[in-house]
């Protein structure tokens, strides 16, 4: 384990600093179970990543059937474009929840009180390198997301028209796959900017409301500490010269913006309070020193999905960083 995690020596600020491959952790016996559980969800991340890149909407077909509305043949054709969207938009959801229930079983694993973050870390190297991945999956999810605005348009055009469908007597077969219980909650998780984030943030502060007998410092600890990892490897040429990859160090930025995400949305004070164990300033320093184009979604998850950024309690130079 040595090779793949190593404790720096120095330690900067009191701030723990690691070094982790996220490129060739590969698990233990003890964590293989787990492990393949969640490779079974990450195996299809890419795919989910690809539908929606390829997203196109039914714009136009939904124009042509509110101009005209006497037309029947535009109706139809809008009717039969928007529902295999509808589907596509169920599957990315289903997904969502197939990655809650991850994210669920790691924490389980990563903030098991037999160890410390470190320990763990140290010891089960590539349940953290999976949790890093489902970090870098959320993000990629909710930049795409952000940009396709004909989600929510076809949507909603689904939902205003299913019940004049009834009337008409149309092909309401897609009801068998969305149906209304169905519809509304994919409606929520939709109506959210960031719905793969807001789902995580969720989930995370259920797993710490749900594990009363587990102390919160167990979960928030692991989050400050990955993102102290992340940190570090950004910061650090000799450490980030080791990656076979450029697409690590965005990787790297991901996960770091995701924990510190979620430890803002699970820490009653938050990441930027002066007592966090998450350095702020460092982070998102080094994330400025990034090409804009690369990190702006980034700094803008930062600055809109967090829950403290606004707090009294946050210091003034932190809170300019981000403007």
């Keep these: ?9 120095r330690d900067i ?10 490129e060739n952790a590969q698990p233990t016996e003890g964590e293989r179970e787990v492990w393949n559980q969640v490779n079974a ?6 795919n989910i990543l690809l539908g929606l890149q390829a997203y196109k909407g039914a714009g136009q077909e939904i124009r042509d059937a509110i101009q005209n509305p006497n037309d029947f043949t535009l109706q139809e054709r809008a ?3 928007v529902c295999p969207l509808v589907i596509k938009l169920k599957r990315f959801y289903s997904f969502s929840l197939r990655l809650e229930e991850a994210l669920q079983s790691l924490l389980e694993c990563l903030t098991c009180p037999l160890l410390t973050p470190t320990q763990h870390l140290e010891r089960e190297q590539a349940l953290a390198k999976q949790f890093a ?10 930049e795409l997301k952000m940009r396709i605005p004909a989600i929510q348009n076809d949507f909603s055009y689904y939902r205003r028209t299913i019940s004049r469908n009834r009337i ?10 969305v149906n209304n219980e169905m519809a509304n909650r994919m409606s929520l998780f939709y109506a959210e900017a960031t719905p793969m984030l807001k789902t995580l943030s969720n989930a995370t502060t259920n797993f710490v409301t749900e594990n009363k007998s587990l102390p919160l410092e167990n979960t928030t600890d692991c989050l400050s500490t990955m993102a102290s990892v992340c940190k570090v490897m950004l910061e650090t040429p000799e450490y980030s010269s080791r990656f076979s990859s450029e697409d690590t160090l965005l990787f790297c930025m991901r996960v770091m913006v995701g924990v510190i995400i979620l430890y803002d949305h699970v820490h009653p004070n938050g990441a930027f309070n002066k007592s966090s164990k998450i350095d702020m300033k460092g982070c998102i320093k080094v994330l400025k020193e990034q090409p804009v184009d690369i990190v702006e979604g980034l700094l803008n998850a930062l600055r809109f999905t967090t829950k403290h950024l606004n707090d009294e309690s946050t210091p003034k130079n932190i809170r300019a960083m981000l403007q």
Excluded: A
């Excluded at 600020?13 to 996220?22: A, I, K, R, V």
């Excluded at 969800?41 to 890419?46: G, K, N, R, T």
């Excluded at 991945?133 to 909710?142: G, P, V």
């Design 133 to 142: 991945e489902i970090l870098h999956f959320t993000l990629r999810f909710d």
């Design 168 to 177: 008409n007597n149309m092909n309401l077969d897609i009801e068998k796959e």
């Design 13 to 22: 600020e009191n701030y723990p600093h690691f070094f982790l491959d996220f």
């Design 1 to 9: 384990m040595g090779n793949l995690l190593k404790v720096l020596t």
């Design 79 to 81: 009717w039969n474009s």
């Design 41 to 46: 969800v990450l195996q299809d991340s890419e």
